[in-house]
């Protein structure tokens, strides 16, 4: 069975920083790829940033700059740095985890940016 733990949400200043985690573990090993999905309140789930297994990384255009995406292979965690923080910023974060054309979800990590 496959479990994806998150942790590293909260509630920060704009401006501020945050640094969300995420561990795949249970029978998955070493997915292919690894990413973070984020959803605001009346809007539909959208890629934030994901990264493979050989390091290729891929953001939304809105994250650029701001976010960076990361992976520890051998603890099968994947990272996002989230810096600069706007109110946009505010919605429920989702790791995600492909391997073996399955995609595997978290729990969801609420995120809110204070003005």
């Known amino acids: 069975q496959v479990q994806l733990v998150e942790s590293g949400g909260g509630l920060v200043q704009a401006g501020g920083s945050l640094r969300l985690s995420c561990a795949a573990s249970?029978?998955?090993?070493?997915?292919?790829?690894m990413g973070w999905y984020r959803q605001a309140p009346g809007k539909q789930r959208e890629l934030v940033a994901r990264?493979?297994?050989?390091?290729?990384?891929q953001y939304a255009d809105s994250v650029k700059g701001r976010f960076t995406i990361s992976r520890d292979n051998a603890k099968n965690t994947v990272y996002l740095q989230i810096n600069m923080l706007k109110p946009e910023d505010t919605a429920v974060y989702y790791c995600?985890?492909?391997?073996?054309?399955?995609?595997?979800w978290g729990q969801g990590t609420q995120v809110t940016v204070s003005s």
């Open positions: 990264i493979t297994s050989g390091g290729t990384t």
């Open positions: 249970g029978s998955i090993l070493s997915p292919n790829v």
């Open positions: 995600n985890a492909f391997k073996w054309g399955l995609n595997y």
